[in-house]
């Protein structure tokens, strides 16, 4: 199981940035396609009021900065370059939401503006939507279908995506949900937003390295009932250590990408490739797994 795709965390939420431009940029698309990554999604299109393109929408809704370099552009012309597949990632208010239904008329403007921007690029191919829940949501799975169904209607039914995550003994959730309660209400969520989400990228990092392949199981199994396709996060940050985030272990990431091909997921995304993999990275040890993936597949 290789990892094929990776998120582009440039409005981050609680990694430091790496402040690059459009040279590290390509130099780092370079070594994704190096190892056969050919899928991008960007997390977030903004995050507060931070944004990675100029949003005018944003600006007048929600006070957001106009940045000083248009990233999805960029993005967009690097994936081109490379070959790759662009998933645009809608817009995250995080704690300062004023009401759910104003917030989800907001992002879905931002997603008619972005489509306006950039839908006539070949690489533009699908869509993120950025809220990550665990357990039922009603604000998160209403956004899910409005938002999921607005994105399919205004760019001839491109794909859209979603990566919730397991609410397994190493989130943040009060209790870690069983297997029993994984599969009843994913089931339950699944059915709601069927026909506004495609492809289901569950997060891996939030349960037992021995515990991940029946989870994964279930996600495969309800993906398939609802029509859905699955595929896995790989997480290639350590959830275990003390400090939040670091470059995981080789052998936990092996592990995890493991449990995902025996449950029989189509294909394995990352968060993500940049910060904890790339040779580039500001940290070292990143560029380190880069090496040991590399000589484990053989690339």
């Not at 397991?166 to 209400?185: A, M, N, Q, W, Y």
């Not at 394995?268 to 590399?294: C, D, K, Q, W």
Request: aromatic share 12%.
């Amino acid at each position: 199981m290789k990892i094929t795709g990776t998120f582009l965390d440039e409005i981050s939420y609680d990694i430091p940035h790496q402040n690059w431009g459009e040279r590290e940029w390509d130099d780092d698309f370079a070594a994704m396609k190096a190892i056969g990554i050919d899928t991008v999604i960007l997390i977030r299109s903004g995050l507060r009021r931070f944004l990675s393109y100029p949003s005018q929408v944003l600006h007048r809704a929600k006070g957001c900065y106009l940045p000083p370099v248009d990233l999805v552009a960029l993005f967009l012309r690097l994936s081109e370059k490379w070959g790759m597949t662009f998933y645009f990632g809608t817009y995250d208010c995080a704690e300062c939401c004023d009401s759910p239904e104003r917030e989800i008329q907001i992002a879905v403007d931002a997603c008619s503006e972005a489509w306006e921007l950039y839908g006539d690029s070949p690489a533009f191919g699908g869509w993120y939507l950025t809220k990550e829940i665990s357990r039922r949501n009603k604000f998160a799975v209403d956004s899910y279908a409005g938002l999921g169904r607005h994105c399919k209607a205004i760019s001839g039914n491109l794909p859209v995506l979603i990566s919730p995550y397991i609410g397994g003994i190493k989130s943040c959730d009060e209790r870690p949900v069983t297997l029993e309660e994984h599969e009843r209400e994913w089931s339950e969520i699944l059915s709601a937003i069927q026909g506004a989400v495609d492809i289901v990228a569950f997060q891996d990092g939030h349960c037992e390295y021995d515990e991940l392949a029946d989870y994964l199981r279930i996600n495969k199994n309800l993906a398939d009932r609802f029509g859905m396709e699955s595929w896995t996060n790989c997480e290639s940050f350590d959830r275990d250590m003390p400090i939040h985030f670091l470059p995981i272990k080789w052998e936990k990431m092996l592990l995890k990408l493991e449990a995902a091909r025996e449950a029989g997921v189509s294909k394995a995304i990352t968060f993500e490739f940049s910060h904890f993999m790339s040779p580039n990275s500001v940290y070292r040890s990143a560029g380190n797994l880069y090496n040991r993936y590399r000589e484990h597949f053989g690339l």
